[in-house]
């Protein structure tokens, strides 16, 4: 492969790492209360580089600020920097999206969708900074943090797509069977899996209000006031994980000679596995704030997996079966 075409492939490879590390850095922010650690957007108390103590603000910064919770708040600043970590995280990506726009031209002739995927990632990217900017503004309204969330969900799928497409030639050299019922089976499970995570997101959206009626104190209590939607969450589970492990057994089944496309299966359950443990954990454990970020984390790794799988049954060439 040409050494342009190599780095563009890294750096498609890069922004989907950056991106999924940019979540867990917000899951952290939720967890540990930190969203209004910078009051302000996009400084932090009108600085470009955040205060460490409270002598570095001004002495009327509770009275300046108490429309976005400083009113009676003390400054933290460990909160403080937790999120404005976040926001360096969310403005690197910026950096990486543009640089993907422009080297995705070598493809200009050869693949022009590479271009105008590339392009729309650099819009959603720019779409997102925006939203980060009325989550501030809002005092971090559940609705609006959700909807930053999906919206990287969204960059991160195009991304995925993006590096994938770059293999096209090479991964529809590869066989498999039923392809028909696979593809079926892995739209099933993205369904549920979207389903999951949308009911996740209104018991975390729930938890949110929660913890900071109690200043992120009392854990042991938040379940208890949670409702029936965290019940449902908890219980759909089960459902998800019987029907991860049988697309995986059909896809041992019609795809065992695809090597990349059973790791990938593999790889899947692995996360599904993985979620279901973290969930257990947030859910008998008095919801630990180490757990929140790895769970949602998890859940988009998830996603981003049966979208990459789904993209291999396209590519994949499709065989006559055998006969069962």
């Not at 708040?73 to 404005?84: L, Q």
């Amino acid at each position: 492969m040409d050494k342009r075409y190599l780095r563009f492939e890294k750096l498609g490879i890069v922004c989907v790492v950056a991106v999924y590390l940019l979540i867990l850095a917000g899951g952290i922010v939720r967890s540990t209360g930190s969203g209004m650690g910078c009051p302000d957007w996009p400084r932090c108390f009108g600085r470009i580089i955040p205060p460490t103590n409270e002598s570095e603000l001004p002495p009327d910064y509770q009275e300046r600020y108490k429309n976005h919770g400083y009113g009676k708040a003390k400054f933290n600043p460990v909160k403080t920097w937790i999120e404005y970590i976040n926001r360096l995280l969310g403005a690197l990506i910026g950096l990486f999206a543009i640089s993907l726009f422009a080297f995705s031209f070598i493809y200009k002739g050869k693949d022009n969708a590479i271009i105008k995927l590339s392009g729309i990632v650099l819009l959603l990217v720019i779409i997102e900074g925006i939203i980060g900017k009325y989550v501030v503004s809002t005092n971090l309204k559940p609705v609006m943090v959700s909807v930053h969330m999906w919206g990287s969900i969204i960059i991160i799928v195009l991304l995925i797509y993006i590096v994938s497409r770059i293999h096209q030639q090479k991964l529809s050299a590869f066989e498999i069977e039923r392809t028909s019922e696979l593809k079926i089976l892995n739209y099933l499970v993205i369904v549920f899996s979207v389903l999951q995570v949308a009911l996740g997101t209104q018991v975390r959206q729930d938890i949110d209000i929660i913890s900071a009626n109690l200043d992120y104190t009392l854990r042991e209590t938040w379940i208890e006031q949670l409702g029936n939607v965290f019940y449902i969450h908890r219980s759909f589970s089960i459902m998800i994980v019987l029907i991860h492990v049988y697309f995986i057994y059909r896809l041992r089944k019609f795809a065992s000679h695809n090597v990349t496309l059973l790791r990938a299966g593999y790889w899947l359950l692995v996360l599904i596995g993985a979620e279901v443990i973290m969930g257990i954990v947030l859910g008998y454990w008095d919801i630990p704030a180490v757990a929140q970020p790895l769970h949602m984390l998890l859940g988009t790794m998830v996603l981003g997996m049966q979208f990459f799988i789904l993209i291999l049954l396209y590519y994949s060439r499709d065989v006559k079966s055998k006969i069962i």
